[in-house]
């Protein structure tokens, strides 16, 4: 018996569960009683067909949207009534399909804004510097180094994101997440956009993040090989209902998941 065994009857491995997650846009419902749980320090996949409700469920778990019936619980604690702006502070970080960075400023400048959501010192310290500050952006100056290190940006640290060819924005995207230290990751269709050696790079990143750093990732991908290579747990859904959770193999064997990708039933 592995920890897969014991999702549903040892909640301490459960780091957010999902319990019946219902949305309602006017008369449609993009999410019809959504639950299942994600558990720590692993790589929860969450795949289906276009339009089946992904995205919504993602901005749910992230706070950007608002669900009409169920609950989110982190640690064992509702999150429901959370703001966006302290999801971090909960220990949620997230990244997204299209890149926010701050195009002028350097690698090592756009990884410390992601560390600023737990600085000590507050704004109207930050306009009169004193030691108590100066000490505070030294310590997130080692956070970001350390994670230019930990994501081989030495090379290009000082360089304005802007000048960067799109895989390095999106690795620096990755860092600036990791730089608010969460311990859960929603990586938004980390995939979109990069070419092959890119890929590979990113599925070792997040086997890395998993493995080295201890954290929990949530991945929204339409990449099936690279959902299936880092995933040790996959909730599939479509037209807004839950039709399959298991092991990749699991999954890839179900006949849902065969129907909903395929349009026919398993050989």
């Known amino acids: 018996m592995d920890w897969r065994d014991n999702l549903v009857s040892d909640a301490s491995q459960t780091l957010l569960a999902v319990k019946g997650i219902t949305v309602r846009f006017g008369g449609i419902t993009a999410l019809d009683d959504v639950s299942f749980d994600i558990p720590r320090d692993k790589v929860c996949g ?4 276009n339009g089946a409700g992904k995205t919504t469920l993602f901005n749910c778990l992230s706070r950007l949207y608002q669900y009409q019936e169920g609950d989110l619980l982190f640690e064992g604690k509702s999150i429901t009534n959370t ?4 999801m971090t502070k909960v ?21 410390m804004v992601g560390a ?9 310290q930050g306009l009169w510097p004193t030691r108590k500050t100066r000490e505070e952006e030294d310590r997130l100056r080692g956070i970001a180094a350390d994670l230019v290190k930990r994501l081989k940006l030495e090379d290009v640290a000082s360089r304005p994101v802007g000048e960067l060819p799109f895989g390095y924005q999106k690795r620096v995207e990755f860092a600036r997440a990791l730089a608010a230290n969460p311990k859960l990751l929603l990586l938004d269709e980390p995939a979109a956009g990069l070419n092959h050696e ?9 086997k890395y993040v998993r493995d080295e750093m201890g954290l929990t990732v949530l991945l929204v991908e339409h990449h ?25 193999e699991q999954v890839q064997q179900h006949p849902e998941v065969i129907r909903a990708y395929l349009g026919g039933e398993a050989a």
């Not at 949620?92 to 926010?100: E, P, S, V």
């Not at 890119?198 to 997040?206: A, K, Q, S, V």
């Open 46 to 49: 969450l795949i289906g067909p």
């Open 83 to 86: 703001p966006v702006h302290e």
């Open 198 to 206: 890119e890929l590979t790079d990113l599925g070792n990143l997040i």
């Open 224 to 248: 099936m090989h690279l959902v299936m290579d880092v995933s040790d747990w996959i909730v599939a859904i479509n037209f807004g209902k839950k039709i399959a959770e298991g092991t990749p």
């Open 91 to 111: 220990g949620i970080g997230r990244t997204f399909q299209n890149l926010a960075m701050f195009r002028t400023m350097s690698v090592a400048e756009n990884i």
């Open 116 to 124: 600023h959501s737990h600085s000590h010192a507050g704004f109207l």
